[in-house]
């Protein structure tokens, strides 16, 4: 089954596949959970609103995003930033943008959606007596979340929060439909020239278990640490 | 913002000549529900053995169980649909694998895709069937036992009855998963919806007009998804549980 097997090509290719590949993987991931965290938290905020228009705009963003398929949203981002950013800079031509930026921007938008509903989930989980006693101390809504809700529920979702990212991680690997060199993209490449798909592909698919099994197990030992005994 | 809509597009015919766009669209929607049901109907049969499997008492049964939750869960999808369509035809027997290799398409994309987002989503079904099963109070196992069945039994007749109904809330939600990522075929040459739009923007130009019909077109099956669950989770809910809404999950 294995003879035949070429292990060097994956050999000499180890610097492009982690130097270049695994490199965009990482800072993708990075830049997006992020981004995806803050503007997620803004997104939950918004949500819970008693202000039912920003409540309702949220909400809408929320469920578009997550009724439609990744591929989809990360085929709409690559041509519409083109756009958005012509109309941000003013000019009437699409604005020229890489792979990269496109998917650092559609990664950070879409994952926002999911880490809302987390987060969402994780300041419901707050007693309504923890906004009273803040409020009754005088703090104003900012104070209040900065100070006594988000810390609360950021520290209860950690365990979600990082299993999600480790989801993100993973489904970074989708760039390759934009033709981005991410890590899958960077073995693609190297497989198609050497045309050792067997050997590359089984190599991809190590490595990403090996790093997201490692990054669940850490979760789950946190999952213990950080759990506050009630 | 200097984008000329041009809506018509999606009743002109589409360069095959099979019809309109939108035709060449919906018959992409017929495809990704094609994909999705297959692997789901599998995916709800593997799922259910591992989920339940794990559960027993049966340490090797478990830890089995364990690996292969393990494995497919730590691979991207993308990777594991590579891995089906590009590297198991060449581990089969020679015969068996140039019979995969050779056929028709879109057969020869369809059957790994299948099979791909089967063992994919059976991951998660299984997950969902074990939190199910684990959420019973022991007494219920034990009662059971007490009346005399015997451990199969008590499965089939107390555990796993209660155990689907709660956790047909996060069935549905897997449910829509598998047809969400079953665009991620089209890597590998399955012109299902989302496959179509890309091909329909390639050959037409209209880019928005093109992914605007697959974002509805999307949006619309999944209302009627909702829906539909919605009236099967009124009719098989468990009297006297508030409705398992599950704990918050990390997804995509």
Redesign the interface.
């Known amino acids: ?1 294995f003879s035949g097997y070429d292990f060097d090509v994956i050999q000499r290719s180890l610097g492009y596949l982690f130097m270049e590949g695994m490199v965009f993987t990482l800072t993708l991931t990075a830049l997006a959970m992020t981004g995806g965290i803050i503007f997620g938290t803004l997104l939950a905020m918004m949500r819970l609103s008693a202000f039912k228009p920003l409540s309702a705009l949220a909400g809408g963003y929320v469920n ?1 995003m997550r ?6 949203v990360i ?2 981002f690559f ?2 930033v083109p ?2 950013g ?2 941000v800079t003013g000019s ?1 031509q ?1 604005v020229k943008v890489g792979a990269w930026m496109s998917a650092v921007i559609t990664f950070t938008m879409f994952e926002a959606a ?1 880490y809302c ?2 987060m969402r ?1 994780g300041i419901q989980s707050i007693a309504r007596g923890q906004v009273w006693s803040g409020y009754a101390l005088g703090l104003n809504y900012w104070q209040t979340m900065g100070h006594i809700v988000l810390p609360q529920a950021f520290r209860n ?1 950690i365990p ?1 929060l990082l ?2 990212t ?3 991680f ?2 970074t ?2 760039v ?2 934009i033709s981005a060199t991410d890590f ?1 993209g960077a073995a693609v490449k190297v497989a198609n020239r050497d045309y050792r ?2 050997e590359m ?2 190599f ?2 190590v490595v ?2 090996i790093v ?2 490692s990054l ?1 197990l850490l979760v789950k030992r946190l999952q213990d640490k950080v759990a506050i005994i009630r | ?3 000329n809509w041009h809506w018509r597009v999606l009743f002109e015919t589409e360069p095959g000549g099979t019809g309109s766009y939108l035709h060449y669209l919906i018959v992409g929607l017929g495809w990704t529900l094609a994909t999705a049901l297959a692997a789901w109907v599998l995916a709800l049969a593997i799922g259910s053995i591992v989920g339940t499997v794990r559960t027993t008492r049966i340490t090797w049964l478990v830890r089995l169980g364990n690996l292969y939750v ?2 497919f ?8 649909m ?2 089906w369509f ?2 198991v035809p ?2 089969l027997p020679t015969a068996l694998g140039d019979w995969v290799k050779q056929m028709p398409p879109p057969w020869g994309s369809y059957l790994p895709a299948v099979m791909c987002l089967a063992i994919f989503t059976s991951v998660r079904v299984a997950e969902q069937v074990r939190a199910g099963i684990n959420s019973l109070p022991r007494g219920q196992r034990m009662a059971g036992i007490a009346n005399g069945l015997t451990e199969t039994q008590a499965y089939r007749y107390v555990i796993l009855p209660q155990a689907f109904r709660i956790i047909l809330p996060p069935l549905t939600s897997e449910f ?1 998963n598998v047809i ?5 075929a ?2 590998i040459g399955l012109l299902e919806l ?1 496959g179509r ?2 091909a329909m ?1 390639e050959f037409s130009f209209r ?2 007009e093109a ?1 605007t019909a ?2 509805v077109i ?2 619309l099956t ?1 209302l009627i998804v909702v829906l539909a669950m919605r009236a099967l989770e009124k009719k098989v809910r468990v009297p006297g549980l508030i409705a398992a809404s599950g704990a ?5």
């Open positions: 089954m578009l009724s439609v398929p990744l591929l989809l085929f709409w041509f519409l756009y958005i012509a109309w009437n699409p999911y509903e987390i989930a979702m979600v299993t999600q480790i989801i993100l993973q489904d690997s989708l390759y439909v899958l798909l067997v592909y089984t991809v698919a990403y278990f997201s099994y669940s | 913002m200097g984008y393990e494995i869960r730590n691979v991207p999808l993308i990777v594991q590579f891995l590009f590297v060449e581990l829509m969400k990522n079953s665009s991620v089209l890597t989302t739009a890309r923007q880019v928005f992914f697959a974002t999307y949006l999944n918050v999950q990390a997804g995509h």
